[in-house]
């Protein structure tokens, strides 16, 4: 009899065992093939490539490399001599222009009161003076203000907030007007990008909760899918000399899934020490329908 029970609580030890690996095993078949998540997704921003609208000499580096700085910020200087003799100039020419233009109103003005003793065509011919006085005067007005605006812009601001990247400016360096000099990540543009397997794609939802641990950190943050992309290379395929398409012949019976980027946009503000650009993140999207009723960006 306790033979017998003895072999019974083994067979059903057993069972429970088997039937624990099974359910184990299911679990992670789940949640490796089924569930949305993956390891393949890097932290981006946009790198904005500060270039002067004017060029010239450096002649002030206001920031240091890896610096926080806000828009409108300035971040170097060009030599301003130059620019502010080329507005000098520009006013001096718009007052010429000036009493040129009052001149030939004076002149067409006395001309149309002596209309009984001097010609129509001499009258004309004041009026054409005053036109083409007039347009003289708005070409300088319009030179000046372009030499004001040189010399304004010869102050390189920060178009957007962020942290100035791999800085190499020097005062003394020649640079060129629409010549990037620094990289600047715009912080307000921080993000992940996590890189979807095509059978996977059917359980990720715009505005679905998702989880991020970055490579390295403890603490998670946490975002929401903001955006699916709409289409990515179709390697298999070229355009040939005839303007057809060109189909690589060769097709394996071992296919890959497509791999899809999914844009995933933060809850919160995180340390900018966290999210260096570039960072390799692990991300798992929340399928709980009760989670996804209430993510960010749903409604």
Do not use: C
């Amino acid at each position: 009899m306790t033979l017998s029970l003895r072999g019974t609580l083994r067979v059903l030890a057993t069972l429970a065992l088997v039937l624990a690996a099974l359910g184990a095993g299911r679990g992670l078949w789940s949640h490796y093939m089924d569930e949305p998540w993956t390891r393949d997704a890097k932290v981006r921003a946009d790198i904005v490539g500060v270039a002067p609208d004017v060029t010239g000499f450096v002649s002030e580096v206001l920031v240091r490399d890896n610096a926080a700085v806000k828009q409108g910020d300035v971040l170097f200087r060009i030599d301003r001599a130059r620019f502010a003799i080329a507005l000098e100039q520009a006013e001096a020419a718009l007052d010429g222009r000036k009493a040129a233009l009052e001149q030939a109103t004076r002149d067409r003005q006395r001309y149309e009161q002596l209309k009984d003793v001097v010609s129509d065509q001499k009258t004309e011919q004041m009026r054409m003076s005053e036109s083409e006085a007039s347009a003289a005067y708005r070409q300088a007005l319009a030179d000046r203000e372009l030499a004001r605006l040189n010399l304004e812009r010869s102050d390189v601001k920060a178009p957007v907030n962020g942290t100035i990247a791999n800085l190499n400016l020097r005062p003394g360096d020649y640079v060129s007007a629409g010549k990037a000099e620094l990289a600047l990540v715009d912080t307000d543009s921080v993000r992940i990008e996590g890189y979807f397997e095509e059978t996977k794609l059917a359980r990720i939802h715009v505005g679905a909760p998702v989880s991020i641990r970055l490579m390295g950190q403890d603490t998670p943050l946490r975002g929401h899918v903001e955006s699916i992309a709409a289409g990515i290379e179709d390697r298999e395929r070229t355009v040939g000399n005839g303007l057809l398409a060109n189909i690589n012949p060769t097709f394996s019976w071992v296919r890959l899934a497509q791999r899809v980027p999914v844009r995933i946009a933060l809850d919160e503000a995180a340390d900018p020490a966290r999210l260096v650009a570039g960072l390799t993140a692990t991300v798992s999207v929340e399928t709980d329908n009760r989670a996804l009723a209430t993510a960010p960006g749903r409604s």
